[in-house]
């Protein structure tokens, strides 16, 4: 009789537990992200540059820097956003290579204003910032989002990665 009641006790526990993952998973998950955003970060997104002024020019020099970023090779994923006057350069780091994360970010930071010396850049290598960047860059997809919403989300992660450091 006990061997049977250890079995329905196991069988309680196993469905409890069961249940309780499952609440735990959907819990946590944010449903207010979009698209690309919802994967950024277990997938290679390399999500399109997003610009907030859009000129043939911002988009010419968004696609260049872009593929620039891309061409480190420790570096496997990058969110570009060139706003007026400033570009948010996110990126995701090589696994073996985010012991050198540091150094990687201030080396990016240096190459890209040596190459474009009328641009301020801010270079993160952090999850956060990289979210962000793709959640505004799906946003800008949007042709009902406002300009001046985006305006404010670009200044807000830059701030975030300023106050980051």
Same mark, same amino acid.
């Given at each position: ?12 526990? $196993?469905?409890? #537990?069961? *249940?309780?993952?499952? *609440?735990?998973? #959907? ?9 690309? $955003? ?9 999500? %399109?540059?997003? *610009?907030? &002024?859009?000129?043939? !020019?911002?988009? $010419?020099?968004?696609?260049?820097? %872009? ?6 090779? +420790?570096?496997? +994923? ?14 995701? *780091?090589? %696994? ?10 201030? +080396? ?23 979210? !962000? $960047?793709? !959640?505004? &860059? ?5 042709? &009902? ?21």
């Amino acid at each position: 009789r006990s061997e049977k009641m250890k079995n329905q006790w196991s069988r309680k526990v $196993a469905l409890l #537990t069961l *249940v309780l993952s499952i *609440v735990i998973t #959907t819990g946590c998950m944010d449903t207010e992200k979009k698209g690309e $955003a919802k994967m950024a970060l277990l997938k290679t997104t390399n999500p %399109h540059p997003a *610009v907030l &002024n859009e000129t043939k !020019e911002e988009f $010419a020099f968004s696609e260049v820097v %872009h593929k620039y970023v891309l061409s480190f090779d +420790d570096i496997y +994923d990058a969110a570009i956003i060139v706003g007026e006057k400033r570009v948010l350069v996110a990126y995701k *780091v090589k %696994h073996m290579k985010r012991f050198r994360m540091k150094k990687i970010e201030k +080396d990016l930071q240096k190459k890209l204003e040596k190459k474009y010396p009328d641009r301020k850049f801010t270079v993160s290598s952090d999850y956060k910032i990289f979210l !962000e $960047a793709v !959640e505004l &860059n799906e946003d800008l997809k949007d042709p &009902n989002y406002s300009r001046k919403k985006a305006k404010k989300q670009f200044k807000k992660i830059i701030k975030l990665e300023k106050e980051k450091t």
